[in-house]
């Protein structure tokens, strides 16, 4: 059964970091794109990254491009999000999905929550 | 970069049918086909329901179509049930490489 589930979340204060986890099971991990996406409170749904299934490619929300850093380990079938300089507006759920060929994420994880507050 | 185009709320009443829009840009939808569409219930995880504008993944009820015309996308719901209740997202690939959503919208089954 295709699943990603998503562990790392947690309360930070402003200026901190965290690292996000993601594992993948199911399907085979380093055949596709990736991605993390967040929903801050009663909001919709945000795009933060997406990285290739070798690493190769990696792109950026503008919200988040020199702060958050996307990586994967396929030998751990593990995707990662490490966000730096955390801020409040950073406070969300953090979603870890898989991306298919013309770019839906269709395979959802629960989500692991970040809290951002001194 | 801004979001995607959608109204905030639609409803309907069981059995009816309801179309969501979605509007973009010449860099999304203008561009490209790759529009996908969510339902997420109320705190749950968001799922896949169409792709590539009217593609569903398997699983999904033929009561759920999708289309494209010009910069605009759409969500038809036919036989309206009451758990079709939930909030709905478009989402789009940019010529940007980047990926954008709308803002979402509440389907409220009266």
């Known amino acids: 059964q295709v699943q990603v589930v998503e562990s790392g979340g947690g309360l930070v204060k402003p200026g901190g970091s965290l690292r996000l986890s993601c594992a993948a099971s199911?399907?085979?991990?380093?055949?596709?794109?990736m991605s993390w996406i967040r929903q801050a409170p009663g909001k919709g749904l945000e795009w933060l990254s997406y990285i290739s299934g070798s690493g190769t490619t990696i792109n950026y929300a503008v919200s988040v491009e020199g702060r958050f850093s996307i990586s994967r380990d396929n030998a751990k079938n593990s995707l990662y999000l490490q966000m730096n300089s955390l801020r409040a507006e950073d406070t969300a759920v953090y979603y870890c999905?898989?991306?298919?060929?013309?770019?839906?994420?269709?395979?959802w994880g629960q989500g692991t929550l970040v809290a951002v507050s001194s | 970069q801004s979001a995607l185009t959608q109204p905030a709320s639609v409803s309907g009443s069981p059995g009816q049918s309801i179309t969501i829009s979605c509007t973009g840009t010449s860099s999304d939808f203008g561009t490209y086909n790759y529009v996908s569409w969510y339902q997420q219930h109320l705190g749950k995880a968001p799922k896949l329901m169409i792709y590539?504008?009217?593609t569903r993944p398997s699983g999904v009820s033929n009561r759920f179509s999708g289309s494209k015309s010009g910069n605009t996308a759409s969500l038809t719901i036919s036989g309206l049930q009451a758990e079709d209740e939930a909030d709905y997202y478009c989402?789009?690939?940019?010529?940007?490489?980047?990926?954008?959503f709308g803002g979402g919208t509440r389907l409220t089954v009266l």
């Open positions: 590539s504008v009217g």
């Open positions: 199911g399907f085979t991990f380093s055949d596709y794109y």
């Open positions: 989402s789009s690939y940019r010529t940007s490489d980047t990926l954008i």
């Open positions: 999905a898989r991306v298919g060929d013309t770019w839906p994420f269709d395979c």
